[in-house]
Every structure is written in C-alpha cells, then in structure tokens.
C-alpha cells in the first residue's frame, strides 16, 4: 500500500459539489490500498468519479495516469472534465488524429492507442502507474473488443488498472478473469439506479405506462392496442373488402411514427429534454428535416442569441463555403428551434455544439445513434426508442435486454429528475410484452470478441515468441470464458474416468476381454450375412481365446461392452472440450501459416522459434480491419509510384469499413489511381482465397465509394469540393471527415509518406 496516498480520498471528497455514494467509496478505498478495481453501475450512477480519484492518485504519487476510452468523442469530452479538474497542464490526450501534451501526468486516449503503446514499447510508458478502463464492457464489441483484452493482458502488473462498466450480469466472472490475469481485485457492483426509471409506451399519439403497479402489462395500454387494431383491419367503404383502410393519424401502426406530433406530445407531457434513438445517420438527418418542415418550436425567443453565440464559436474555423457545404444553415435552424441530430457522420464541430447547448438545456430534443449511448455526457429527462431492430453488417437484429438498458440509461437527471422516463413507440414488432421483457431482463452477460487477427499476431510473436503467444491467448477472457462453459462437460469426463478405473480394475485383462468382445461380436455379424468358411474360422477363435474359458465371460463381456461405451462417450466429450478451448490458438497457428506464405514470419522448422520480418514489423504498426490487405499493397509495390494525395486515395478504400455501402458514384480519379485500385482488388481476392481455404475469417472488400473525395481533398481543392465530390457518392459530411482522419493515419502507419504531406483537418477538438 502506499501510504501517501493514504488521506486522498479524503481531500478527494471535499473538493466535490456531492457526496460520495456508498459504491463509489468503496471502489475509491480500494485503489488507496493498491488493488484494481472493476465497478459495474448504471449509467449515470457516476462511475467515473472512480476513474478521476485513480487519476488523483497518480498526480498525488508523482506518476501517470492513462484515462482510457471507446471512441473519440468521448476521449475528448473526458480531456475538457479532467483539465478543468486537475489544470490544462496536467492533461494531455491523445487519439490517433490529435496529440495533445502526450508527455503530461494525466493523458486520455482511446484504447487502441493504449494497446499499440503497449505492442511497441513505447516510451511515454515510463512512470506509469495507472490505467483506467471506461466503458470497459466494449470488451464484447464484435468489431473492436479485442483491443480492451490485448490491453488488458499486456498491462505491466505493477499498474493499477481500473475498470469501469456498465451493469453486466456476470460481474464476478468477469472479476474472476481479471483476478486470474492481474492479481488482487475489488469488484463492487451497484445495480441501482440514481434516478428510478418509469416505462412509457406511445400508441396512437397517446402516452401510457408500460406496467401495472403489479409489474404486469397495462390491460389499458393493451386494451387500446387491440382496439386500434381491429379499426385498422375492418375494412372500409373507401378501400373495398379485405383491404386495409389508410392508417388514421396519429394512429399506431407499421407505417411509423410521425415524429413532430411525437416531439408536440413529449412536450405536452413535459418530458423534454428528450433523446430519441434511431438506429441510422440518414435517419437521424431525416427527423430534423421532418421537423424543420413542421411548426415544431421549443426555444423562446430569448434562446437564440446564446444558441447562435455557441454555434459561433464552435464553427469559427470553419471557412464560409466550407459552412455551405456541410449544411449549416439548416442545422443552425433546427437548433434555434430546439431540436438536433447527433451521430458520428456530423461533422465534430457540429456534434460539440449539439452536446454543449443540449447539456445547457437550450436544445431540447436531440435525435441520436446509439454512439450517444456510450459514455457521452448528455443525460435527458426521457429517451425514446422508435424501434427495438437495428440495423447490423450482418442484417437487422432486435436489441438485447444490455442494450436497451444502455440506451434507456440515459434517463433522469441526477439531482434534477425525480424519475426519469423511457418511451418506446408502438409498432407490431415492439409489442408490449416484448418490450416488458427487454425492461424487465436482469441477464445481460459480458461475452469476450477476441479474435486473433494479423496485427495481432505478428505483434504477439514479436514480443513473446510462438510459445508465449500461445500462452497469451490461453489467458484470454475468450479462452477463461470457454474452459467455463466446457465446466459440465469437464465433471462429466472426470466421472467417467473413475469408471473406467473401476471397470477396468474388475474386468482385469481389459485388453483380453476387448479382443474377445469383438470376436464375439464378429461372428454374430458373420452368420447374419458373412460366409460359412467365415463363420467357421471366427467360431474357432472365439473357442481358443482365454476369455472364452472364463465361467463369468458373459458378465464380462457385459462389463467390456459398457466400458467401450463410456470410453467412447468420454473421449467425444474430450473432443468437444478440445474443440471449443483450443479454437483460439488453432485460428492464431493458422494465421501464423498465412503471414509465413507472404514473408512476413520465419519460423525454424526444427523448433518453436519465429522471427518476424521487416515486412512483418510493418504490419504489427498498420491498425485497420484490412491490415494484412494494406502491408500486402506496400510489401508488392501495389502502392508505389503514387502521389501523397493518390495514395491516401487509394488507402481509403482499404480501411475495412463495416457499415452498409451507400450507393452512389464514386466520381472520376486519375489513372494511376484506377490502376492502383486494381491491383489492391487483385490481391484482396488471392489473399480471400487463401484464408477461405485455411479457414481462416476473410477481410473486407476494397470499397472505392469515398476515393474520389478523398484525392480532392487530399490534393489540396479544399472540404467543399471533397464534399461535393462526397455527396455524390452517397456519403455524408462526417462520414467523409471520420474517413479522411482515419486514412490519415493509415498512410502514416504504411510508412509510404506521412500525415503532414497531408492537409490536416484543424476542426477535430473544439
């Protein structure tokens, strides 16, 4: 324990506008005696108070502390809270496109930046001796979770990790495989929410409660569905027999909600500020247009001086057509009116706007992404979900019981709301009792997505070698979570292996009786369908065998007969047992055959050892879905030849983005980068081969859809002319900006030039 650290919580603690809840005391005490920390709470039960006293403590014993989050924006809202709480000196940030102070005490960073320290060595590790983990449930993200493992398991044991999550129903195993792989734990679990929450559903423009005060379905609310249905169904003079009448407004239905009168009645009810979630950017987009379109107004006159002045200020680095472009007019209308979007295709400065004025309650009604779910400072008095389907890479997807309680947690103000309040919109696929169910589930398990990928295997062999790579990934949360769910299976094979040592103790000559067993069971198979001349010579056998003399042969043929069949059971279930805990180093040995066909291992075919390329080093520092795609365009000289500007063309179409392809036309490029696209297509399809035939998970296809924009404004021609380029091709302003930032750092990590021969985007952190 450290003893200097011994009276922080207490001057931590008089420095708060609050007092600590009995959670957060506990989680804080246990960090003073040195130990990790994993906290499961409800959103908005100020998790990340912890996370600030962890920081506290580092400044207070004279070391670092990384503050470590999923995405972007919430890296750099934590920077602004944490340098107005320990100064801007002390607190730098850094994200991949920015680098703030990246030397100070206290630096927040996402947590890929964080693993790639930790793969490379970094020296900006030095002095570290805390990390703290938020929204460390993302751990369970398809696309990204692995990184909190490899983080996880590659953190120096001396650093005091701290982990901050949302509540998961498997805290304690969860806790189980941290205290395996990192030593002494605390884990504290608070399930109760600051502000209570009150289920709504809203049909046909009216508002009731979800549940009884029995916890039943409200017979009112269903009464009034039932009804509405039957009105819908009968048919009209108007539509003939059998067909449905056109849906009455304001009525429930499968046509949707009309969101202005849902925005009218929100208010009506005096349930704003309000988030509503809609699982699409477009759709986002699509409400504030509809709304634009209304005569929806929920700021006075008064608000719109100060909303201009914040928007101002935001938007100032911005040039006048860069504005146009990107649709400022209609935005700043929708917020002087009250109302918004907020999602990742919205350029930054425009999402920081709509997060300071809706935090100042000058915006009232914010329709969001579920990005906004993940740690994103904005608590509502009310949040809305117009479908429980959302839309996924692989099809659409109804949400589980974790995320409706993430997306629903955004609820009730603390120390504002008395209750907070989740309204979902009715329609045939959120039924009542179904979304009773999602409310009421109280199972929503964390589950490891680690997967072993190319980056991550040659940055694991060269740092730990085959052996101890292996041994990595055999401490995984994936592989822990897999021994666990073979447990059953384990007894089974346990117990049957005591009978087979009892069985073979009273059988004695196990093998003699085996041998005459199948003798046995030959001739019976011999004198249904065999031969006589057959039948006679395995009838002498059976006479001469030893067994046959034996006056108890048939109780032990009986005994040999059982104990083949518990032999056979038990080595099925080891079998199962192998297939399941030793997936993971059987995908990570197949991946390590690829990357030795394409030279970036070489390994000793006499023993264990591997050394990794210098093509390899390269890969190990390229982070992107299609990293071995990218090292296999530089390796072969695919990329060569290209200007600056052609190549982070081209290098955009390989990024691996997992998002529905829009359509559109992509727009006109010059030959050398037509060429390159060819043969970056070329290669994704031999190497699709080849990981189909090793069964290996293949990456995504080059996607050129964002190439023309990207080289315009690459080249120089300046964000209007990108984004009309962009907006040709189907792609909104922010996705546009979200994929310049990454193909910036992309090319960076190719080593073909660097960030800077690139036009930097100066509007990212506002």
Known sequence: MRTQDRSQLSLFATELDFPLDD?????????????????????????TVVGEFAARLALAAGGRCFYTTPIKALSNQKYLDLSRRFGDDRVGLLTGDISLDPHAPVV???????????????????????VVMDEVHYLADRERGAVWEEAILSLPDDVRLTSLSATVSNAEEFGGWLRGVRGDLAVVVEETRPVPLTQHMLAGGRLF???????????????????????????????????????????????????????????????????LFRFSRNGCDDAVAECLESS????????????????????????????????????????????????AGLIPAFRHTVEELFARGLVRVVFATETLAVGVNMPARTVVLERLVKPTADGPVRLSPGEYTQLTGRAGRRGIDVEGHAVVLWSPEAAPATVAGLAGARSYPLHSSLRVGYNTAVNLVAGRGIPGSRDFLRRSFAQFQAERSVAALTDAVRANTTALRDLDTELGDVEGFTEY??????????????????????????????????????????????????????????????????????????????LEERGYLLRDPM???????????????????????????????????????????????????????????????????????????????????????????????PDPIAVAAI????????????????????????????????????????????????????????
């Open 23 to 47: 959670f957060q005391v506990e989680a804080c005490r246990a960090l003073e005696y040195d130990r990790d920390v994993l906290v499961c709470a409800p959103t908005g039960a100020g998790k």
């Open 108 to 130: 927040v960073m996402t947590t890929e930046v964080l693993r790639s320290m930790l793969h490379g060595g970094s020296p900006l590790l030095h002095g570290l001796t805390h």
């Open 209 to 275: 409660d979800l549940l009884s005060p029995s916890g039943t379905v409200d017979e009112t609310l269903e009464r009034y569905i039932a009804h509405r249905q039957l009105v819908e169904a009968a048919p009209g003079p108007a539509t003939g027999r059998g067909r449905r009448r056109r849906r009455a407004r304001g009525a429930p239905g499968p046509a949707g909600a009309d969101l202005p009168e849902v925005v009218a009645r929100l208010e009506a009810e005096q349930l704003l500020p309000a988030i």
């Open 296 to 343: 929806v107004r929920l700021t006075e006159a008064a608000d719109v001086a100060e909303i201009r002045a914040v928007a101002d200020r935001h938007t100032a680095a911005l040039p006048p057509a860069d504005l146009d472009a990107v649709g400022h007019t209609e935005w700043l209308e929708g917020l002087e009116r009250g109302f918004a979007a907020h999602h």
């Open 517 to 594: 067993r199948h003798l046995c069971d030959r001739l019976a198979e011999a004198r249904r369908s065999g031969s006589a001349e057959l039948v006679t010579s395995l009838a002498r056998a059976v006479r001469s065998h030893p067994a046959h003399r034996r006056g108890d042969r048939e109780r032990l043929l009986a005994l040999s007969a059982r104990r083949a069949a518990v032999h056979g059971d038990t080595e099925r279930m080891r079998s199962q047992i192998d297939t399941v805990t030793g997936r993971l180093v059987e995908t990570f040995d197949r991946t390590l055959d690829l």
């Open 607 to 701: 023993g264990g050892s591997a050394y990794v390329t210098d093509d390899g080093r390269r890969l190990g520092r390229i982070y992107c879905a299609n990293d071995l795609l990218v090292a296999e365009c530089v390796r072969t000289g695919a990329w060569s030849g290209l200007t600056p500007a052609e190549l982070a063309a081209v290098a955009s179409s390989a990024l691996g983005e997992t998002r529905r392809r829009t359509v559109g036309v992509p727009g006109r490029t010059t030959p050398a980068i037509d060429e390159a696209l060819r043969a970056t297509s070329r290669l994704w399809s031999e190497l699709a081969g080849r990981e189909e035939r090793l069964g290996l998970e293949v990456g995504p296809d």
């Open 711 to 766: 080289h315009r404004w690459a080249r120089g021609d300046g964000l209007a002319a990108a984004l009309r380029t962009a907006s040709d091709a189907g792609l909104s302003a922010g996705d546009l900006v979200r994929r310049y930032l990454r193909t910036l750092d992309l090319v960076d990590q190719t080593g073909l030039c660097r960030r800077d021969d690139l036009p930097p985007v100066s509007f990212t952190l506002t």
